[in-house]
């Protein structure tokens, strides 16, 4: 069973901050995909990282896919108040590319 | 266009009673799923399907059962609700563009207590 641990679970910081924040797993993912879900509503997808090493910026977010494919990370630059949600990563399912497997997120508080 | 839509919205179930989740989506998509989202656990998936008449087993599918008779209609079914299948729950349909390359869409959510 593939599994995708995130790190840190919750995090709260000062607007203006900047955080990092991380998803792991010792199987390798053709590809991972993060999520932000905010409360009350359903998760939306934010990036999908293909390639191993491949680093994709939106806006003041930085995703890094690891090297070997295992782990990825998202960076926010100077944090703001609408950053915060529940952050998902989440990849394919070895058993086919029709599943994924989620994280269990991380929970991130932007404090003005 | 309206994506991906879910009814109820919110309910409250006895345990022992019976309900239908609705889910529908207009995107033209093939695959569609459920997941179950609990605090602390993530989203795990319930069951999904390929297409129109197909129905697979997911992470989490003991108590609940599914039907897609029409492509853009998924439904899910608690014959017997119990409190542990207390819930927010989601319904979801994915495009794909390649090996590794699709985008998942996701409805509003379902929030389900079972008393």
């Known amino acids: 069973t593939q599994l995708l641990e995130q790190s840190p679970q919750f995090l709260s910081i000062q607007e203006g901050e900047n955080l990092t924040v991380y998803c792991n797993s010792s199987?390798?993912?053709?590809?991972l995909q993060w999520y932000r879900q905010e409360p009350g509503e359903g998760p939306v997808l934010l990036v999908t990282?293909?390639?191993?090493?491949e680093v994709k910026k939106l806006k003041r977010l930085t995703f890094q896919f690891g090297d070997a494919r295992k782990d990825s990370s998202l960076h926010i630059t100077a944090a703001q108040p609408g950053d915060t949600g529940l952050y998902l990563c989440?990849?394919?399912?070895?058993?086919?590319?029709?599943?994924?497997?989620f994280g269990t997120g991380t929970r991130l508080t932007i404090i003005p | 266009n309206a994506g991906v839509t879910q009814t109820p919205k919110f309910r409250v179930l006895k345990t022992g009673q019976s309900m239908t989740l609705l889910c529908a989506q207009d995107?033209?998509?093939?695959?569609m799923y459920w997941y179950r989202q609990d605090p602390g656990m993530g989203l795990r998936l319930i069951h999904y399907?390929?297409?129109?008449?197909?129905?697979a087993k997911g992470e989490v599918p003991d108590g609940y059962n599914v039907s897609r008779l029409k492509k853009q209609n998924f439904l899910l079914g608690l014959e017997s609700a119990a409190p542990s299948q207390t819930s927010v729950y989601f319904c979801?349909?994915?495009?794909?563009?390649?090996?590794?390359?699709?985008?998942?869409?996701f409805g509003p959510g379902t929030r389900l207590t079972v008393t």
């Open positions: 989440a990849g394919p399912s070895n058993f086919g590319n029709e599943k994924l497997t």
């Open positions: 199987s390798v993912f053709s590809s």
């Open positions: 990282v293909v390639t191993g090493g």
């Open positions: 995107m033209n998509h093939e695959y």
């Open positions: 399907s390929v297409g129109e008449g197909t129905t």
């Open positions: 979801a349909c994915t495009v794909q563009y390649g090996t590794g390359r699709f985008e998942q869409y």
